[in-house]
Each structure stands twice: as C-alpha cells, then as structure tokens.
C-alpha cells in the first residue's frame, strides 16, 4: 500500500512545468491638451483617468507609460510637465515610465514657451525618476543604468526588470530625432539648441550601451524573450517615405542586431504616432515585432498577454474608450 501511494504520487513530481503567464499594459501620448480650448482639458484628462480604471480592472503586472504626458503644443511650465503624477497615481500596479519628445526636446520651440530642453529634461529626472522604484500605488524595483556603471549616472530614466524569466528595458529615444538636429536632405527641419547635438551624442551612446547590456542579459539568464519600451516612431521614414531619421539609426541598427544575435522573440514597444500598428520592421530579424500604442486622440492602451512557452509568446489587445479611433497615417 505504501508503495502504490508513492507511484501514486510521483505523476505530480515528474509533471511538467506550466507555462508562464501574465499580462501587462502599454499606452503613452495621452493627454493632449489644446491651448486654443482650454476649456476641454478637464475631459481630455477624464479621459486619461477612465483609461486608468480600465487597466485597473485588467489586473495587469505592471504598465509601461511611452512618453508624451503633454501635447506638444502645450506649454511647458512645471505644472503641466508634472501634471502626469495625478493620473499615473492612480494606477494600482507598478507604472513605469520612459520620456517622449514633448515633455523635453521640443520645449524650445515658441509654441512651448521657449524653455531650455535640457533643464526640462533635468527637471523630468529629478521628480519622475528619484530612486530605484517604479512609479503606481504598488512600486516595484528597477534596476536603472545610473545604478550599474558611474559613468552612466546621469541616465537614471533608463531601467530594466525581468518577470517570469523576459527581460523588459526602457531606452530614452524620444521623438523629433531623438534631440539630434536633423541633416541635409530631411524634413522638417529640426534645429534645436546648438547644446543640443552634445546631449544627443551622449544619451544615444547611453542607450546603445544599455540595449546591448539588455541582450547580453536576456542571453545569459536564458530569458525566452525580451521586450525593449520607448517613445520614437523608428520607423516612420521607413514606412512613409518621408520625414527624418537620422537620430535612430544606431537605436536600430542595436535592436537589429541584438534580436538576431538573440534568435528568440523580441517585442519592441513604442508611440509618438497615435496609431495602433503591429509590424515586423526589420526583415533582417524577422523574430524582432513591433507594436506601437495609440495617443493623442485615440485614447486606449494596449494590454498584452505573455505566455513564455508560445511560439508567439504576445498577444496584444486594445483596451479603453474606441470613441475616437485614429486610422493609420503619414501625418
């Protein structure tokens, strides 16, 4: 009898593990103010708060904010940059957040009141990203890239984590060419701040240095994916026809490289065009997939659910308000 209780038994021992699943939430570009009708702000962030309800409900393990927390054309005092801490509070998970262009790079521009970019920048540091913890009623710990190397102390936006054995990282890459001043032969022409072309230099070498470091992670611990989080549209010169880019080529020439040295699924998250949009935009790495969230108008986010032993471990789906759906573009 004894015996037989142990055959019994040793099903449950030599049973397989169960795949990993949980689900997470992506959205940025929200919301977008219009100085003309101040009077509408009030329903543009009621909007943004119902959003907030709604990935609420959804339970997920954390959500991951893609920048822009402003319109661009809003002005970029403390106020509206910090505006963003009344409904990212009330997220009931961990929220993290990466910057996108509206909030820094374009504030020198008349229409955001002329600030200097890179004390907005500082400012966008010093309050969003104090510590090691993410933001949300329920933070959890990041590991940042000024934690792991004195030369990077500065890039304290710049964080990774892993749930369930995937790597996520976030890389500052904003919009408008990732604050790099554009070059003959793009438009529109982007001349910020001649200090511009300096900050450029050193973030973009920062997020190389932190991409590659993700990759060399996701590889060594054996993750079955990685999923990289930031704000530029890469790829919009690419798919349009027109604009610039000069400022992402080495981000993709990084991913690219990084996800086919990886071989396993990489999702790369992304906003800055208010679309929703599901793409493989580099054939050399075919296992490389690209979402980009909906904003501005189109204000739902995408919740993606993960199972780590799929052959296709994400699957997104669009969560929030589709009263104001905003169709693929070139605009």
């Known amino acids: 009898m004894r015996l037989l209780a142990l055959l019994c038994l040793l099903p449950l021992f030599a049973a397989p593990a169960q795949a990993e699943r949980f689900s997470f939430v992506a959205f940025g570009d929200m919301p977008y103010c219009i100085p003309s009708a101040p009077n ?8 943004v708060a119902r959003l907030m309800g709604t990935i609420n409900r959804a339970q997920p393990a954390f959500s991951i904010f893609l920048g822009d927390t402003k319109g661009g054309s809003e002005i970029c005092s403390d106020d509206r940059l910090l505006r963003a801490f009344t409904w990212m509070s009330l997220a009931a998970h961990p929220l993290i957040y990466t910057p996108g262009d509206n909030e820094w790079t374009d504030c020198w521009q008349t229409r955001a009141g002329r600030f200097d970019a ?59 060419n990732n604050n790099r001043p554009t070059v003959p032969g793009e438009a529109p022409v982007i001349a910020p701040p001649a200090s511009a072309a300096a900050e450029y230099a050193a973030r973009n070498a920062a997020n190389i240095a932190w991409i590659n470091a993700a990759f060399v992670r996701a590889l060594e611990s054996g993750a079955p994916a990685m999923v990289i989080n930031l704000q530029a549209d890469l790829f919009y010169r690419e798919r349009c026809g027109r604009g610039y880019g000069s400022g992402y080529t080495d981000t993709i020439a990084a991913i690219g490289a990084g996800a086919r040295a990886f071989g396993k699924p ?37 919740l993606i659910a993960v199972d ?5 471990p994400f699957t997104p789906s669009l969560i929030g308000e589709a009263d104001r759906v905003a169709a693929p573009g070139c605009g």
């Open 40 to 47: 509408l702000c009030p329903d543009e962030e009621g909007r």
């Open 118 to 176: 890179n004390e907005r920048l500082a400012l966008l540091r010093a309050r969003f990203f104090p510590d090691d913890q993410s933001l949300g009623r329920r933070p959890m710990r990041l590991t940042r890239q000024a934690d792991t190397d004195p030369a990077m102390r500065l890039y304290v936006e710049n964080a990774r984590w892993e749930r369930d054995g995937v790597v996520f990282v976030t890389a500052h890459v904003p919009g408008s």
């Open 266 to 302: 990489v999702l790369l998250l992304n906003g800055d065009s208010h679309f929703f949009l599901d793409d493989r935009p580099i054939p050399a790495a075919p296992n490389l997939r690209r979402i980009m969230v909906p904003g501005e108008q189109d204000i739902r986010a995408v």
């Open 308 to 312: 780590t032993e799929a052959a296709e």
